[in-house]
Nanobody
Framework: VQLQASGGGLVQAGGSLRLSCATS????????MGWFRQAPGREREFVAG????????WYEDSVKGRFTISRDNAKNTVYLQMNGLKSEDTAFYYC???????????????WGEGTLVTVSS
């Protein structure tokens, strides 16, 4: 499984960005895709997750109502729409694939390179 995240950039507070994660291969028949982020000096933290069937999505509390995770299985791509961005959302964002609907990085087996999101206040 290979993952490639893109779409990061510089945006003003209150603005929007859409991240994409192109995938090749699948870990399981109902794999889970997750977005994580890591700011300088901080641990990697969960942002959002979605099952292959898209039957379930889950979010970290601070992004609920602002971020939306979705996937287009025909395009093998997972998206993270980020609205109402805040300076504290500044971080490298990573997509990951696993088999368990989890918020813990250890439960994800495959990781892409990060894409940097910078929110200016």
């Amino acid at each position: 499984v290979q993952l490639q995240a893109s779409g990061g950039g510089l945006v003003q507070a209150g603005g929007s960005l859409r991240l994409s994660c192109a995938t090749s291969g699948r870990a399981s028949s109902d794999d889970v895709m997750g977005w994580f982020r890591q700011a300088p000096g901080r641990e990697r933290e969960f942002v959002a997750g979605i099952r292959y069937s898209a039957s379930r999505q889950w979010y970290e509390d601070s992004v609920k109502g602002r971020f939306t995770i979705s996937r287009d299985n025909a395009k093998n791509t997972v998206y993270l729409q980020m609205n109402g961005l805040k300076s504290e959302d500044t971080a490298f964002y990573y997509c990951a694939s696993g088999a368990v609907a989890s918020m813990w990085p250890v439960d994800y087996d495959y990781w892409g390179e990060g894409t940097l999101v910078t929110v200016s206040s």
